[in-house]
C-alpha cells in the first residue's frame, strides 16, 4: 500500500480519539504516502501531525452543525458534493481507503466513485455493500479500538501497548498559554477548569451543580477555579458564574483548540460533560472527570488510565440511548444527569486529585 486515504468526518472530540489509530497506521507503513479527509470544523486536530503527509478538507454534508436548508436542491446537494469530491480525488490513484466512521455511508459512496480498489471498514448495514473488506461491527465497542482493529485488517501489524491520543498544540499557543496561566493564577495556586458546555442538550449537567462544585472549589486554600466554553456557551458559562458565592474566572469563545488545549495542560484537574474539550485534556496527561448521561462511555469514553480519567454516571436503565437533542422521555432535564449528584462529583474530584 503506497497511498492511503483516511477519511474521518467528525468533529474535534472524534478526530482525537482516531489519532491512535493514525500512529499505529504511521507506524506499521513508514514509507507509505497517507493522507486524512476531514471536515473543516477539526481540521486543527490533524493538522501537522506527524502520522499525516497530507491534509485535506471536505464539507462533508450532515456534520456542519448549521440550520439544515429545505427543498429540492438542498436534497441533491450531498449528491453533487459526493461526485465532485470523488472526481477531485480519482485522479490521485489511492491504493486504499480507511472508513474510521462505521456508518458513514457517504464516505464509503466517495471512496468507491473515487476508484479507491481497497475500502475497509466495519460491516455496519449502512456500508458493508460498498467496502471490499469488513470487521465485525460491535455498536459498544470503544471506537478508538475499533479505528485500531482497522489498521491491523489493512497492515497486519499490531501495536501493544496501544498508543494514545496524540496531539501537541502548536508552539505560539502553548506561549500563550504560558502567559496567561503567569497572569491569571497566583504563585503556588492549582488550576481546576470547569468545561461545562458541548454540542447536544441532553448531556449537559445543571448549571446550579455546577456552580456547587466551582464554589468548593474556590473555597479551598491554592485552587484557582477557571470556567471555560466555546463560541455560543456564554449564557451557561455566566449561568454557572452567577449562581456561585465565589468570585470565578470565566473564558468563553476566546480560545482556538490549540490555545484550549495548551491551558488545560497545566491544569491539576479538568471537569465537564462528554465533549472534545475533555479529550483534549486526556490528551495532555491531565486528570479529568467526565459526567455521561445520553452517550455512551464504553464507545466515546475517555482513552486513557481509568484511575486517572474517571468516567461518572447515574446508571438508569434507558442510559445510553445516544438522543442529544431532547430526552426522549419526555424529562426536560434528562434523568440520566439529573441523578448525577454533587457529592459524587465532588468525590470524584478527590480520587482524581489522589491519583494524579
Known amino acids: 500500500m503506497h497511498r492511503i486515504l483516511v477519511i474521518k468526518p467528525d468533529h474535534l472530540g472524534d478526530l482525537l480519539l482516531a489519532t491512535p489509530a493514525l500512529h499505529a497506521l504511521r507506524s506499521a507503513l513508514p514509507t507509505a504516502h497517507i493522507v486524512g479527509l476531514v471536515g473543516p470544523w477539526a481540521a486543527q486536530i490533524?493538522?501537522?501531525?506527524?502520522d499525516l503527509d497530507a491534509l485535506l478538507e471536505l464539507p462533508f454534508p450532515g456534520f456542519e452543525r448549521?440550520?439544515?436548508?429545505?427543498g429540492i436542491v438542498a436534497r441533491l446537494r450531498p449528491y453533487a458534493t459526493l461526485l465532485r469530491y470523488a472526481l477531485l480525488l480519482r485522479p490521485m490513484r489511492f491504493d486504499a481507503a480507511l472508513l474510521l466512521r462505521d456508518d458513514h455511508w457517504w464516505g464509503a459512496w466517495l471512496a468507491r466513485l473515487a476508484g479507491i480498489s481497497v475500502r475497509v471498514g466495519h460491516a455496519h448495514p449502512r456500508v458493508a455493500l460498498l467496502l471490499t473488506h469488513t470487521l465485525p461491527y460491535n455498536p459498544r465497542e470503544h471506537v478508538t479500538r475499533q479505528n485500531l482493529a482497522l489498521i491491523n485488517a489493512l497492515t497486519g501489524s499490531t501495536?501493544?501497548?496501544p498508543p494514545p491520543l496524540r496531539y501537541t498544540p502548536p508552539p505560539v499557543d502553548r506561549a500563550w498559554a504560558e502567559q496567561w496561566v503567569s497572569t491569571h493564577v497566583p504563585p503556588d495556586n492549582q488550576l481546576a477548569v470547569i468545561h461545562p458546555g458541548t454540542g447536544g442538550p441532553t448531556k449537559h449537567w445543571l448549571p446550579e451543580r455546577w456552580a456547587t462544585v466551582a464554589d468548593t472549589l474556590a473555597a479551598r486554600p491554592g485552587w484557582h477555579v477557571l470556567l471555560t466554553g466555546g463560541p455560543g456557551e456564554a449564557d451557561l458559562v455566566n449561568t454557572i458564574a452567577g449562581a456561585m458565592h465565589n468570585p470565578v474566572q470565566m473564558l468563553v469563545g476566546q480560545?482556538?483548540?490549540?490555545?484550549l488545549t495548551?491551558?488545560?495542560a497545566h491544569a491539576a484537574i479538568v471537569l465537564g460533560?462528554?465533549?472534545g474539550p475533555l479529550h483534549l485534556a486526556v490528551s495532555q496527561g491531565v486528570p479529568t472527570v467526565h459526567l455521561y448521561g445520553p452517550s455512551d462511555h464504553l464507545r466515546?469514553?475517555?482513552?486513557?488510565?481509568?484511575a486517572r480519567q474517571i468516567v461518572l454516571r447515574a446508571g438508569v436503565a434507558c442510559s445510553p440511548c445516544g438522543v442529544f437533542g431532547a430526552c426522549p422521555l419526555g424529562y426536560a432535564q434528562p434523568i440520566c444527569m439529573e441523578q448525577i449528584t454533587v457529592n459524587t462529583v465532588q468525590d470524584a474530584i478527590l480520587d482524581a486529585k489522589t491519583t494524579a
Do not use: E
Not at 255 to 259: D, F, I, Y
Open 46 to 50: 490533524w493538522r501537522g501531525s506527524a
Open 273 to 275: 460533560v462528554d465533549s
Open 66 to 70: 448549521t440550520l439544515r436548508r429545505r
Open 262 to 264: 495548551a491551558l488545560l
Open 300 to 306: 466515546f469514553g475517555p482513552w486513557g488510565d481509568p
Open 159 to 161: 501495536l501493544d501497548p
Open 255 to 259: 480560545t482556538s483548540a490549540g490555545q
